[in-house]
């Protein structure tokens, strides 16, 4: 059981990395917006956005996937652009999945970060205005540093929940060894073959110290950056 | 003329409405709990869109709804020490001190910080959190913060509150060196009859209908 990661783990714990990394850190800057949005403004359709956004975490993960394969597919409108115009494919890629990651921590993310704008006191910034900020220097000085918790908070949940994917994963861009299979594809994998308990243990084992590591480093920066009395769990 | 107000405003169910016209760079509102004296302050400082009316200060029209005109907060550079004091909690005494005079103009402060340490007694408080500051001290940093952004004009919504009697004290004689040196349009919001009748003779009182 204890022995040292084979080449294959490796590659495993690389792309499911490289996956989720990707994933979280282009979800962040459309996550903040959407839950700044949600939060501070008022607008014709905010509901109906609120639900889209929501959406990935009420509808089977497999039905998730199946929308992507419809719009980013080789037949799909966004998935035939991208192809004519930059010929970029998503399809049975692992730039796939970390759209999939992306679209599934996404709610997450938007949740966390919402709820930290909200708890920023708007009369802050109404104050930080007439010190003679402008909308956008007030946000930059006032909003952003005060929610920085709820976006650690989210960026974790996020990373979690791309490190973890697998319904909407596996149905856009299959299980194709070393393009697309993240760990618990690999697990799915090692499970469909008879007599590889110890490979899935150790599999799963990576899942958790993976996930429990994203989630201590987490609680480190916001405690470094925000004093120690801040913790983002 | 220090002061050209003609605002109404509609919360709820109820009327604020305020008219001031004076000379006096110094100007007391008065009025019952409740009566929109805030409402009137937040307007004048851009936080709040009044119905209809007028707001000159200083000679500068900051809102005119026939006109048109309506300044943003940051372009009204009015000094408004909160009733709550309104402090950043993640910046020190110090940054929330300076968190204003990064945006003005350079060369437009009256006062510098060190000034505003002595004046206010704070010196020792510049490295702490708003967190760990007492009511009083809280209050003292607001003031400070307020006269350091460079404004064109104090709104003072009850700034002696929470002192004790010396530390009142010491802010009314600074207050009246303000008036009195600096030439700046100041309107105050008190409660406190002794307080007004040392600092002005123009005291308006805001009704609510």
């Known amino acids: 059981m204890i022995a040292p990661l084979s080449p294959a783990e490796w590659e495993v714990i690389g792309l ?12 962040l800057p459309i996550a903040y917006a959407l839950a700044w949005l949600l939060a501070r403004r008022r607008f014709p359709g905010r509901v109906l956005l609120d639900a889209l956004v929501h959406l990935p975490l009420v509808v ?5 996937g199946y929308v992507l394969l419809l719009l980013f ?25 970390a759209l999939a990651a992306a679209v599934m921590a996404l709610p997450l993310m938007v949740r966390a970060m919402r709820l930290s704008i909200e708890a920023v006191d708007r009369r802050l910034v109404g104050a930080a205005r007439t010190l003679g900020a402008s909308r956008w220097q007030a946000f930059r000085t006032i909003t952003l540093p005060l929610s920085i918790p709820g976006v650690m908070a989210g960026t974790v949940l996020g990373f979690a929940r791309s490190i973890g994917e697998f319904g909407a994963t596996i149905t856009f861009v299959s299980n194709i060894p070393g393009e697309t299979r993240t760990l618990p594809l690999a697990i799915y994998s090692a499970l469909q073959v008879p007599g590889t308990d110890i490979a899935v243990a150790r599999l799963a084992v990576l899942a958790v110290l993976l996930s429990l590591g994203a989630l201590l480093l987490s609680e480190w920066l916001v405690r470094r950056s925000l004093g120690k009395d801040s913790h983002v769990l | 003329m220090s002061f050209d107000i003609a605002i109404e405003h509609r919360i709820g169910t109820r009327d604020v409405s305020l008219q001031l016209q004076s000379g006096n760079p110094l100007v007391a509102l008065v009025g019952p709990s409740g009566a929109g004296k805030t409402t009137a302050l937040n307007c004048i400082a851009g936080l709040l869109r009044p119905d209809q009316g007028r707001i000159a200060i200083g000679g500068t029209t900051l809102f005119d709804s026939e006109a048109g005109i309506d300044l943003q907060p940051e372009a009204r550079r009015c000094g408004y020490v909160f009733q709550d004091s309104r402090l950043f909690p993640h910046l020190t005494v110090k940054q929330n001190l300076a968190y204003g005079s990064r945006f003005a103009d350079p060369g437009t402060e009256w006062i510098s910080q060190q000034e505003v340490a002595d004046l206010l007694d704070i010196g020792d408080l510049l490295g702490r959190r708003p967190q760990t500051l007492s009511g009083g001290e809280e209050r003292r940093v607001a003031i400070g913060r307020a006269l350091l952004c460079a404004p064109h004009f104090l709104l003072l919504d009850e700034p002696l509150a929470s002192l004790d009697a010396e530390r009142a004290r010491q802010v009314l004689t600074c207050i009246e060196r303000i008036r009195d040196e600096m030439e700046l349009p100041i309107l105050l919001v008190s409660h406190d009859r002794a307080e007004i009748a040392r600092l002005t003779e123009t005291v308006v009182s805001i009704a609510d209908t």
């Open chain 1, 16 to 27: 499911s990395l490289k996956v989720s990394l990707v994933a979280v850190t282009l979800t």
């Open chain 1, 60 to 64: 089977p993960p497999v039905v998730t």
């Open chain 1, 73 to 97: 597919g080789r037949t799909g409108p966004v998935g035939q652009w991208l192809e004519a115009s930059l010929g970029v494919s998503l399809v049975f890629r692992w730039t796939g999945a």
